[in-house]
């Protein structure tokens, strides 16, 4: 099933009449992970941005279920529905990773029973044991930070997870533990997409968007 259709989409800067890309038209299914490539200033990182709702193409439309993002509430579709990683983890480095989840869920507004015990299964889940769970994030190395990311992620359900460059500053073995996440997140039913200059990843992603620069 379709959960996000690009028609026809264009996009250009405010005050340009410069297209960055245009006729962009792709389906992205649940359960299947999608690389999207291409050079330095194709457009990569400008189209998660368009995914993510942070920004509204300029021709064209992109659906959620069959409903266009601009008739969404932006809040409530980056809260609920759109999980963000980013290659630089954007964690709050003072608190700890199990601290980090926690707000993301009082920021969604996600109800749990028990948000600490949530917190830690779902570090368990990306692989963090209790004891690096209950670090501060500046003592935990560059994967397990993006671990900790993806975690928070998690923590208010998304349906679309959505991430740029998340191996980028991490090792290939490291790479292969963050992919193997990604996979097992696609096979519980969530559709990922994934910026990428590298091309392992590309490789073990179900298919590969290729952005041309204009």
């Known amino acids: 099933m379709n959960i996000l259709t690009l028609q026809d989409v264009a996009y250009s800067y405010e005050g340009s009449k410069k297209k960055v890309f245009e006729h962009l038209s792709y389906e992205f299914e649940e359960g299947k992970i999608y690389a999207i490539v291409g050079r330095s200033g194709a457009g990569k990182t400008t189209l998660l941005s368009l995914l993510s709702g942070l920004d509204s193409p300029t021709e064209g439309s992109i659906l959620f279920k069959d409903k266009d993002i601009r008739r969404i509430d932006r809040y409530q579709y980056r809260s609920k529905y759109v999980g963000i990683i980013f290659q ?6 003072h608190l700890t990773a199990v601290e980090n989840v926690i707000l993301s869920m009082d920021v969604s507004g996600m109800k749990y029973k028990n948000k600490k015990e949530k917190a830690m299964e779902l570090l368990g889940k990306v692989g963090l044991s209790e004891d690096e769970a209950r670090r501060r994030v500046l003592k935990l190395s560059g994967g397990q930070q993006q ?3 993806i975690a ?20 290939k073995e490291t790479e292969d533990e963050i992919m193997g996440i990604f996979h097992t997140l696609a096979q519980e039913g969530k559709c990922i997409i994934i910026v990428t200059h590298s091309q392992e990843v590309a490789q073990q992603a179900d298919e590969v968007k290729k952005l041309s620069c204009k």
């Open 147 to 149: 671990r900790v990311a």
């Open 152 to 171: 928070r992620t998690l923590s208010y359900e998304p349906e679309v997870i959505l991430a740029d460059e998340p191996t980028g500053n991490l090792d």
């Open 88 to 93: 630089s983890f954007n964690l709050l480095p």
